[in-house]
């Protein structure tokens, strides 16, 4: 199976993400693109969040246990207009997005839950230019075999709904040191995975209303 870059991969199918880092100190200067990007912002927690998701992971047919596993809930800024535009461009090329973690709890031989929360991040002025929004995009988890980061997701749409995604991965890859951090995302039921089913593990991602 064909792996992508998970970044770029990741920011295709979200529509323009990018990579995250633990946020700074803050700066009393104004923000550049680059600070936005590398996310050196003292992004602000909402202290009672209620919009409340409990994640459960299941993984079948896989060739053997995993290294870790992980997830991130990946938010981004709904008016990027509240940032500042980008220097170069003078347009609004990067939107503003948090990576933060989810922690996964084992409840079977191959059953995972964690829980994400819609309104974790508070919505306040980060940059002097007006209220940014925060929105969850997606829940990301990170299947760690190897060399190999295995990293499906689930769209906030399909947690809002409840309705489960399905991935399929290639067992070729599972543990696969050849290359240094390589990352699958996976895919979704096809003719081609149809025919070769035996060569491939799945995960499935769903989401239950936890609201407290």
Same mark, same amino acid.
């Given at each position: 199976? @064909?792996?992508? $870059?998970?970044?770029?991969?990741?920011?295709?199918? $979200?529509?323009?993400?990018?990579?995250?880092?633990?946020?700074?100190?803050?700066?009393?200067?104004? /923000?550049?693109? #680059?600070?936005?990007?590398?996310?050196? $912002?003292? !992004?602000?927690?909402?202290?009672? /969040? +209620?919009?409340?998701?409990?994640?459960?992971?299941? !993984?079948?047919?896989?060739?053997?246990?995993?290294? %870790? !596993?992980?997830?991130?809930?990946?938010?981004?800024?709904?008016? #990027? =207009?509240?940032?500042?535009?980008?220097?170069?461009?003078?347009?609004? *090329?990067?939107?503003? %997005? +948090?990576?933060?973690?989810?922690?996964?709890?084992?409840?079977?031989?191959?059953?995972?839950?964690?829980?994400?929360?819609?309104?974790? $991040? =508070?919505?306040?002025? &980060?940059?002097?230019?007006?209220?940014?929004?925060?929105?969850?995009?997606?829940?990301?988890?990170?299947?760690?075999? *190897?060399?190999?980061?295995?990293?499906?997701?689930?769209?906030?749409? +399909?947690?809002?709904?409840?309705?489960?995604?399905?991935?399929?991965?290639? #067992? #070729?890859? &599972?543990?696969?040191?050849?290359?240094?951090?390589?990352?699958?995302?996976?895919?979704?039921?096809?003719?081609?995975?149809?025919? &070769?089913?035996?060569?491939?593990?799945?995960?499935?991602? !769903?989401? @239950?209303?936890?609201?407290?």
């Amino acid at each position: 199976m @064909k792996r992508i $870059l998970f970044t770029l991969a990741l920011c295709l199918a $979200l529509a323009a993400c990018h990579d995250d880092t633990a946020p700074g100190s803050g700066s009393t200067t104004t /923000p550049t693109r #680059k600070s936005i990007m590398n996310d050196k $912002l003292n !992004i602000q927690h909402n202290p009672h /969040p +209620k919009m409340r998701y409990e994640i459960t992971l299941t !993984i079948q047919d896989a060739p053997g246990p995993f290294d %870790s !596993i992980t997830g991130f809930m990946l938010y981004q800024v709904e008016n #990027k =207009q509240c940032s500042p535009e980008d220097p170069i461009s003078g347009t609004y *090329g990067h939107r503003p %997005s +948090k990576h933060v973690p989810i922690e996964f709890t084992r409840t079977s031989d191959n059953t995972y839950t964690g829980t994400v929360y819609l309104d974790l $991040l =508070q919505n306040a002025d &980060y940059f002097g230019l007006g209220v940014c929004h925060w929105k969850m995009a997606a829940a990301v988890v990170l299947l760690k075999a *190897g060399e190999v980061t295995f990293s499906p997701d689930i769209s906030l749409n +399909k947690i809002t709904i409840q309705q489960s995604e399905i991935r399929y991965f290639s #067992k #070729k890859a &599972y543990g696969d040191t050849s290359i240094k951090d390589q990352h699958d995302i996976g895919a979704p039921m096809s003719e081609i995975i149809t025919r &070769y089913r035996d060569e491939f593990f799945f995960t499935t991602l !769903i989401a @239950k209303e936890s609201f407290q």
